[in-house]
Each structure stands twice: as C-alpha cells, then as structure tokens.
C-alpha cells in the first residue's frame, strides 16, 4: 500500500507557565497508506489531540514540535512557511473536531461555511462554490439539502453538524482526513451512522483517515489498522482485528479489560466495580529514564526502569514497543 503520510520521531511540547516544560508526544513515528483508516486510541492526556494539532501544525501559542518530520506525501510539514501550510490545509490534509457546536460559526449558514472553505483553495465562482457545496453536502446526507444549506448551526441536531464538518473536511478531497473524537458526544446510533459515512467516503474518494478515539467498542470493523498511544509514545500498532483480540502490549491488555464485556444481553448489576488500570499515568513535566508504563505494568521487570524499548515487529505487521519481546 502506497504511504501518503510518513511520522518519523514526532516530539512536542508544551511551556508551562511556571518555566517548565510538557513533553506532550515523545518520539511518535507511524504511516498511513491512501484510503487506509488508521485508529489511534488510548486514555486522556496520553497525547493523541496533541497529535491530531501537530499533524496540520495547529499547536496552541505555548506548543511547538522540537523535532521529527511529518511527511505527507513526500513533503515535511514540520519545514512549510506560512504560504505552504495555507495550501495543504484543507486539500491535501483536513481536520475534523470533536466539538461541532464550536468549530462553526454560529452566524453564517451552512451553505457559505463550506463555500469558505473551497474560496481558500478553488478558484470558483460564488455561484459555482454553492453548486460545489451542494454537491459535497449530498455526500454525506441523504436528502434535505436544500434546507441544511440554508440552516444556521443551532438549526441542526449534534449529528447534522458533525455531518456538516465532515462535508467541509472532505470539501477539497484531500488525501488524508484527521478526526479527533468526533463521535464522542453522539449517542450510540448516530456514532454508528458516522463510522458508515466515513467508510462510504473512504471508498468513494479515496480519502485516508485517521481516526482519533478513547473508546475501543467502536473500532472492530471499521479501522483497519490500531495504534496503541501511551505517554505520548506508540506502544503498539497492527491490523485492528490483531489488536483486538490478541493484544501484545501490557497497556493494550489491561486497556482493553477496561471494557464491560455483557454478553447475552446481561445487564450489569448496580454497583458493580468495573476493571481499571492502577496507578496513574506518568507526569510528562520531565521525561524519566525506561519504560512510560513501568510503574503500572503488572509484568514489569527490573531493566524496564532503564531501558526504554524499541519497536519490536512481530507476525502480520503487528509491532509492539515492549521489552518482553526481542527488537
């Protein structure tokens, strides 16, 4: 599969307001092929928005990526001016949020945000871009046009905004699509409903995805590919199905025992305690010598407070960052 985005070695950081410093990503590297889904999941603050923001450098003020490349298609994001990132924002890589009712603009329709969004990279005319808009919105309603065009945001239900997102995602078709939760405030249908769009679009257009989430539930059959991140590292990646239900890395194992498994229609009792992962996530103020996950692994071993591991290939493109296995 031909690789359209290349991560070498990503590190970001944050400065903090008493002169320190937060290590939010350190040493992320991973691909992604054309029309592949790549999933991206682990806990809050292990770094995953932080990655979602530094793929189209889109950092807050106290953010910066200290060092890797991001390669989208042969050219390093990381190194674009200002001009250059303007044109590949949008046509060649675009960014789904979480949150619709903040990422749109509350006073301008429907029809003229997504119109916006081809003026910055299409010379078109104003009634071609509402031609175009139409088009893009029928892609992914199924009817109603018309009406969404002309709505303003709060006319809309969560889900049609987040459908509305995807549209000014998709609007320029860019190679690779980045989407950082944007089923976490959906009820469960309507997540279902847009995990179906995203595929549909993936083999309608071609377009990649990385899709960015805390919840495992939702990605058998959907994503192809699962990357594990823990403390701003990658510790595990492989066919997502791989993952699921042979997980190599102690963090993906205990991560998925996190999930209520009912089965047969069993409700949970009240009360019922539900598995957790003990201890805490490390604090990324100051980066420590080993592995991130040491402290809670219940398989730790005394060299994995001084050696941190290196990425370990194993069967069926399934790598694992873990010291259990021979690099």
Do not use: W
């Given at each position: 599969m031909r690789r359209i985005l290349e991560v070498r070695d990503l590190r970001v950081a944050y400065a903090r307001r008493d002169g320190g410093v937060w290590h939010a990503l350190n040493g992320a590297s991973f691909g992604v092929g054309a029309g592949e889904i790549l999933a991206v999941l682990g806990e809050s603050g292990s770094g995953k928005s932080t990655l979602a923001a530094a793929l189209l450098r889109l950092l807050p003020q106290n953010g910066r990526i200290t060092s890797g490349e991001i390669l989208l298609e042969g050219a390093d994001i990381v190194r674009m001016d200002a001009l250059e990132l303007r044109r590949v924002r949008g046509s060649g890589v675009s960014i789904i949020f979480q949150e619709p009712s903040l990422a749109l603009h509350p006073t301008i329709r429907i029809g003229e945000q997504i119109g916006e969004v081809l003026r910055a990279h299409q010379a078109l005319s104003k009634r071609r871009r509402g031609e175009r808009a139409r088009e893009i919105l029928a892609k992914v309603f199924a009817g109603d046009i018309e009406r969404i065009f002309s709505s303003y945001p709060h006319e809309l239900s969560r889900g049609q905004q987040q459908r509305v997102l995807i549209a000014q995602a998709i609007a320029c078709e860019p190679a690779l699509v980045v989407a950082d939760e944007p089923t976490a405030s959906l009820d469960p249908i309507t997540q279902r409903e847009i995990l179906a769009l995203f595929k549909q679009l993936r083999d309608e257009l071609g377009i990649a995805f990385i899709f960015i989430t805390h919840n495992p539930a939702l990605l058998a059959g959907f994503a192809d590919r699962l990357l594990v991140l823990y403390a701003g590292k990658v510790a595990e990646v492989g066919p997502t199905e791989a993952v699921l239900s042979s997980p190599r890395h102690p963090y993906t194992q205990a991560l998925?025992?996190?999930?209520?498994?009912?089965?047969?229609?069993?409700?949970?009792?009240?009360?019922?305690?539900?598995?957790?992962?003990?201890?805490?996530?490390?604090?990324?103020?100051?980066?420590?010598?080993?592995?991130?996950?040491?402290?809670?692994?219940?398989?730790?071993?005394?060299?994995?407070?001084?050696?941190?591991?290196?990425?370990?290939?194993?069967?069926?493109?399934?790598?694992?960052?873990?010291?259990?296995?021979?690099?």
């Open positions: 998925l025992k996190c999930v209520p498994q009912i089965e047969g229609g069993e409700v949970l009792a009240p009360k019922t305690l539900l598995p957790v992962i003990a201890g805490a996530a490390p604090s990324m103020a100051v980066l420590s010598q080993g592995c991130g996950f040491e402290p809670r692994c219940e398989e730790r071993m005394e060299l994995c407070q001084i050696r941190e591991p290196a990425a370990a290939m194993l069967d069926n493109r399934h790598e694992v960052s873990c010291l259990k296995y021979p690099a």
